[in-house]
């Protein structure tokens, strides 16, 4: 029976595809982003969270819970957590023990059954147009269980997007998008060099993958996304080159994204640094030049909330 791993699941989304629409995060991605929103999903297991606003026992049942012994008392009621001694945990006991709900389990095992049952009853709210998006992380990393939902999604009639990378064997990835109506693939940078510097991987592959989709008789919308990172890949050169290689595969749609820093606590709650925590957000100037930009090669660009549908 399919099985994937889920970090979240999200009703009532309004920017992932068309109309009203359940958004599933898989857990897993082939790239790692310096700026990542969502790091939790990063790797294809589950991940423990550790809120310390809520964290404030004098004597934590978590530290006694933890077969590991991971888990220590510190000063002002807190814990300290060895993240190496739990990294391969799948029990997550202190979870359990935990009064205040301090500590999330980032990652729950579904069969396909389990999972489209979740979808059946959200369905009766997404309305004439909505229905389910998988992103993350990223479906790339989980192409055989995406692929099954996706498949039973359509088979029930139920529309259908991803959110991905397209960093995957050509194969697997058409594969996928067969079951899709709707795909929002990011652009991160043109440069191969530069996109593995920010990305941990170079692009050759994911532009491939765009083009072979494009040489298809697929029947889905495609809409290219990029995320704008101040430093990274807003200079001209690479937005008019990103522009150029749209409308060269007769795109003619694309939505930028600002960067932001809404995942900066998820950062601390994991026990990781981040680097762009003191990272300011494309100014509303920025984002207009790079509308700008795109417009003169022939692409209407979306900007953040301007969404394309």
């Excluded at 404030?56 to 888990?71: F, L, N």
């Excluded at 995406?146 to 991905?164: D, F, I, K, N, P």
């Excluded at 064997?169 to 996928?176: D, K, R, S, T, V």
């Excluded at 940078?189 to 941990?200: C, F, N, R």
Aim: with cysteine; aromatic share 8%; charged share 25%.
């Amino acid at each position: 029976m399919a099985e994937g791993l889920v970090f979240d699941i999200q009703g009532f989304s309004v920017h992932d595809g068309p109309g009203c629409r359940t958004l599933v995060f898989l857990s897993g991605c082939p790239l790692r982003c310096a700026w990542c929103a969502n790091p939790e999903g990063l790797q294809a297991r589950p991940r423990l969270r550790l809120r310390r606003s809520r964290c404030d026992c004098v004597e934590p049942r978590c530290a006694q819970a933890c077969p590991r012994r991971a888990i220590s008392p510190a000063e002002g009621g807190s814990v300290t957590v060895d993240r190496s001694l739990c990294a391969d945990c799948a029990s997550f006991d202190c979870a359990e023990a935990c009064c205040r709900d301090a500590f999330l389990v980032c990652g729950k095992r579904f069969t396909l059954e389990e999972l489209m049952k979740v979808l059946r009853r959200d369905s009766s709210f997404w309305g004439q147009h909505g229905g389910v998006t998988l992103g993350g992380g990223d479906p790339a990393a989980q192409l055989d269980f995406a692929r099954e939902v996706l498949a039973s999604c359509e088979a029930e009639g139920l529309h259908t997007a991803v959110e991905t990378s397209a960093h995957a064997p050509a194969e697997a990835f058409l594969g996928l998008m067969r079951h899709a109506r709707w795909a929002f693939i990011d652009l991160k940078h043109m440069d191969p060099e530069k996109h593995a510097q920010g990305t941990g991987v170079d692009n050759r592959l994911i532009l491939d993958n765009i083009r072979a989709l494009r040489r298809t008789a697929w029947p889905g919308t495609l809409m290219p996304r990029i995320p704008l990172v101040p430093g990274f890949n807003d200079d001209p050169e690479n937005l008019r080159r990103s522009a150029e290689f749209l409308a060269g595969l007769g795109l003619r749609e694309a939505q930028a994204l600002p960067f932001h820093r809404l995942g900066a606590s998820k950062y601390g709650q994991l026990g990781l640094e981040w680097s762009f925590s003191e990272q300011a957000a494309p100014t509303s100037q920025d984002m207009t030049r790079v509308k700008e930009i795109f417009a003169s090669a022939g692409v209407l660009c979306h900007l953040g909330a301007d969404t394309p549908f």
